[in-house]
């Protein structure tokens, strides 16, 4: 599933089809629901803009679906949700960077409504 | 992604664009209070812990923030979590920092290990929150100059010495030079425009020596000058530092950074003022892409 592409590349898909086939909502009436300039979400779906995790997470809101669902983490737009210790270099990170972050993101788990 | 000045000054501009928009108007900005508005939860690792200085966590759409306490500075670990916000707030950088896949494989930007674009867009971010330029220039035309400025703005700013004195050559209509250097070596020098109008000046790059007729070099000849934070200030000509053309009689503060193990130069003059300068503003960009990194790679 989604090999290969970006997160972003994979939002660019999920937002279109959130936003036509689920909400039947145009492209401003999304953006003023998210708080976000008008024309952002055309460049979200055209690709030419990637959006941030604070615009990920008001898109996300806005729609009613998961963040992991617009960026291709979950198939259905409720479902479970992950947990991404966002680090680029997880690999490198120390044993106990590693249980820290563990730790934290269950910390971050329950903290969910 | 390649490493852009315009990115990077974008990145910065991003920042103060948010403190404008949520009509942060006074100094110190508070990144703690920053996150916890966006309900970001954030957590100091133990001081015992050594690592990464900052890490972004998710789950689901729950956003927190880990940084580092080893670091006994109040300064960098405001940076730090700044930096991070950095990273929730600048677009793009999800494709950074999360998996390609639900294997655990990872987006790749092999070959940028210290230098990586996104990290340096981070830092940015943080040193424009933390010292937006409108407020940074008000505080700076009511404080003296030289070290003193510089102290004095980093008590208001709650930011390191280093990252403050940056951005003072960066901001200040003084004539100012700030130079880092590790012993007999210079780490980056930083000059503010009005120093940069001296004609014919010797950049001087990472690696360069320090010069041996200077305050710094007498020093760092002893690492426990700089591990006790000893200080010395006196006058030399520019000349001696900088090389050019001009003969000017500047001030030297010179200061020891303790654990940081580096020590800090400001040169300073009130009677060089603003001429022609033609300096390549490329070199400053690759000064400041330097810059920002030491304090995470520790």
């Known amino acids: ?113 | 992604m390649a490493i852009s000045a315009l990115g990077l000054k974008m990145a910065k501009q991003k920042a103060e664009a948010f403190l404008r928009e949520n009509n942060y108007s006074t100094l110190p900005i508070d990144p703690l209070a920053i996150a916890s508005k966006y309900d970001i939860a954030v957590q100091a690792k133990p001081s015992s812990v050594e690592g990464v200085s900052g890490m972004l966590l998710r789950h689901g759409s729950s956003f927190g923030i880990m940084y580092a306490t080893n670091i006994a500075s109040e300064g960098f670990q405001r940076f730090s979590v700044a930096h991070e916000l950095g990273h929730y707030f600048l677009d793009g950088h999800l494709d950074h920092v999360l998996p390609v896949d639900g294997n655990g494989v990872r987006v790749s930007h092999a070959g940028f290990t210290s230098g990586d674009p996104y990290e340096l867009e981070a830092d940015y971010f943080a040193a424009g929150l933390l010292m937006p330029g409108n407020l940074f220039k008000r505080e700076l035309k009511r404080a003296d100059s030289g070290l003193t400025a510089i102290e004095a703005l980093a008590g208001i700013c709650r930011t390191s010495i280093t990252a403050t004195a940056i951005r003072y050559a960066e901001l200040t209509d003084d004539a100012v030079a700030v130079i880092i250097s590790t012993g007999p070596v210079i780490d980056y020098c930083f000059m503010s425009d009005a120093m940069k109008s001296l004609p014919q000046l010797t950049w001087l790059k990472k690696g360069s020596p320090v010069p041996r007729e200077t305050q710094t070099f007498q020093l760092n000849a002893d690492p426990k000058n700089v591990e006790t934070a000893k200080r010395i200030s006196a006058e030399i000509d520019v000349m001696d530092w900088l090389g050019g053309s001009r003969s000017v009689i500047i001030a030297e503060e010179v200061v020891g950074l303790g654990s940081y193990g580096k020590t800090l130069t400001v040169l300073s003059s009130e009677s060089i003022g603003l001429q022609a300068a033609g300096w390549d503003d490329e070199e400053d960009d690759e000064n400041l892409i330097e810059s920002w990194k030491p304090r995470f790679r520790k």
């Open chain 1, 1 to 113: 599933m989604n090999e290969k592409l970006l997160p972003s590349e994979i939002f660019q898909k999920r937002l279109k089809s959130a936003r036509e086939d689920l909400r039947k909502w145009n492209q401003a009436q999304l953006a003023e629901r998210a708080g976000l300039p008008p024309s952002s979400i055309a460049h979200f779906e055209a690709g030419s803009r990637k959006p941030s995790f604070d615009t990920l997470h008001r898109i996300a809101t806005a729609l009613d679906v998961t963040i992991d669902y617009l960026l291709g983490r979950t198939e259905s737009l409720d479902g479970a949700e992950a947990s991404d210790p966002l680090f680029r270099d997880v690999s490198k990170l120390t044993g106990e960077d590693r249980e820290l972050a563990k730790d934290f993101l269950d910390m971050l788990a329950k903290r969910k409504k």
